[in-house]
């Protein structure tokens, strides 16, 4: 039997990579953007997949609910969520920005992770397994002052994956927040630009970027439940997950992967 993956944000850049590599790993994939996900759709059936692609807007609960019941109605019961959607939109001093748009990039990515988890961890519950990956950002754990309501979104979704992961031990249902890196997006091209006009993005000068299949080989690892005895903890596409499991027991005593205040 086939393993089903439900992926948000899969129209382009790292949730196409994301796609793509599920489905050599023998996913079948349902896909969730605003955007055409007909190229993505294709990846996935190169490899002998089925996709089904729905576009929806991740922040609208009943869109959400109907794109999961699809996609177990069309594919089976999903093994694999990958809440990837996300936009960056709020860009420049805090004080200057629309309260709006400022909120819709932490509602996208916020409330739409936690729509996606709640209209399907009851499913998963009831199978007694699968796994959960949240996209998250090392800009979660530094100043971001000119791009505060991503940084800010991606804290929360740090906070919100440890919480989860333990009001699930003890279910086979394991939680993990991945950091794809610095990788060459519209968004990041975006922060370039803006780096030259107002020199807001200095850290990124010169700076080079990291090849999606890194992250998307971490994405296979933790799908394989390998590391289910660190569920919460929050991953870097760079990291040595074999030899972060090789020393699992110092991970769990010293509290390690995690976002923590030291004192």
Known sequence: ??????????????????????????????????????????????????????????????AVAEALRRVEAALGPIDLLVNNAGTDRALGPLWELDPDEWWADVDVHLRGTFLVCHAAIPGLLARGSGRIVNVASNAALRPSPYNSAYGAAKAAILSLTESLAASLEGTGVS???????????????????LQAE???????????????SLASRLLVQLASGRADRLSGRFFHALDDLDEILERADEVVADDLYVPRLRR
């Open 198 to 212: 107002k020199g807001w993005f200095p850290h990124l000068e010169g700076r080079d970027t990291l090849d999606p």
């Open 1 to 62: 039997m086939s393993r089903v993956a439900f992926l948000t944000g899969a129209s382009r850049g790292v949730g196409q990579e994301f796609a793509r590599a599920l489905a050599v790993e023998g996913y079948d994939v349902g896909l969730l953007a605003r955007s055409d996900l007909s190229e993505t759709a294709g990846l996935v059936e190169a490899q002998g997949r089925k996709a089904l692609a729905d576009r929806a807007d991740v922040t609208e609960p009943s």
């Open 175 to 193: 939680v993990f927040a991945l950091s794809p890196g610095y990788v060459k997006t519209a968004m990041t091209e975006r922060l370039l630009e």
